[in-house]
């Protein structure tokens, strides 16, 4: 009988230490966002494996929301009127698709356990194709301390991919593009909790606007490892 009993007990104390473990495992969440060489990285050929070797026995949780081709203004709340462009109602500010991927985030409720965030942004393109180059840099902070204050993460830390070499060599694109990754560095290196990483090699030897299938493996990494190194802050 006595037996029984501690053989009962040592059951009970087995689920309780394994439930513990379930509660205590750490999450990291990583929140992939921007356009089309966003769209065309596939997270789990080369990023997310680089998180979980880096933090093995965590839980890598990644949330992606990305669309070819638009422009910041579908991730800013808030619009800056004093920008004017060629391009008809191009400032209005519709945040549609940063609503989408704020629900995305908020489904899991990982947010609420997650013992880092951190918020990976490709984007850019369009804004240098619309002539957009000099709101660029407000327009991203927006988006940044929005999300920061909407999902209740004052230590979010942030990835930026800058644009690649594409548009420097076009004389049409050149001067907006420039204002764009400019932008994009700035961001990065005036913030303890922000990175970039380049892409200029990434993009095949006619620098095209895509990454070639081996530039977005490099870039998974890089993104990843840039992540890595801020965290381990």
């Known amino acids: 009988m006595k037996k029984m ?7 009970w104390c087995g689920i309780a230490i394994a439930a513990e473990g379930v509660q205590t495992q750490k999450n990291r969440l990583f929140i992939l966002s921007g356009q089309s060489n966003m769209v065309r990285l596939d997270p789990e050929l080369s990023f997310t494996p680089t998180l979980k070797k880096a933090f093995p026995g965590e839980n890598i949780v990644v949330v992606k929301v990305a669309k070819i081709g638009q422009p910041i203004r579908r991730w800013s709340k808030k619009s800056i009127p004093e920008v004017t462009s060629s391009a008809k109602n191009v400032r209005l500010a519709t945040g549609d698709l940063y609503d989408v991927m704020v629900r995305q ?3 899991g409720a990982i947010k609420n356990t997650a013992t880092s965030v951190t918020f990976i942004w490709m984007q850019g393109e369009r804004d240098a194709k619309d002539g957009l180059g000099d709101s660029y840099a407000t327009e991203l902070r927006g988006v940044i301390d929005q999300l920061k204050h909407d999902i209740g993460r004052d230590d979010l830390y942030f990835v930026l991919g800058r644009l690649s070499d594409f548009g420097i060599k076009m004389p049409t694109l050149r001067g907006e593009w420039e204002k764009v990754r400019n932008a994009q560095v700035q961001i990065a290196e005036a913030d303890s909790h922000g990175a970039w990483v380049d892409t200029d090699d990434l993009n095949g030897d006619k620098d ?9 493996l490099i870039f998974g990494e890089r993104l990843a490892q840039a992540a890595i190194k ?3 802050k």
């Open 5 to 11: 009993i501690y053989i009962v007990l040592l059951f």
């Open 105 to 107: 985030i908020n489904a």
């Open 208 to 216: 095209e606007l895509h990454y070639t299938r081996e530039g977005f």
């Open 230 to 232: 801020q965290l381990a």
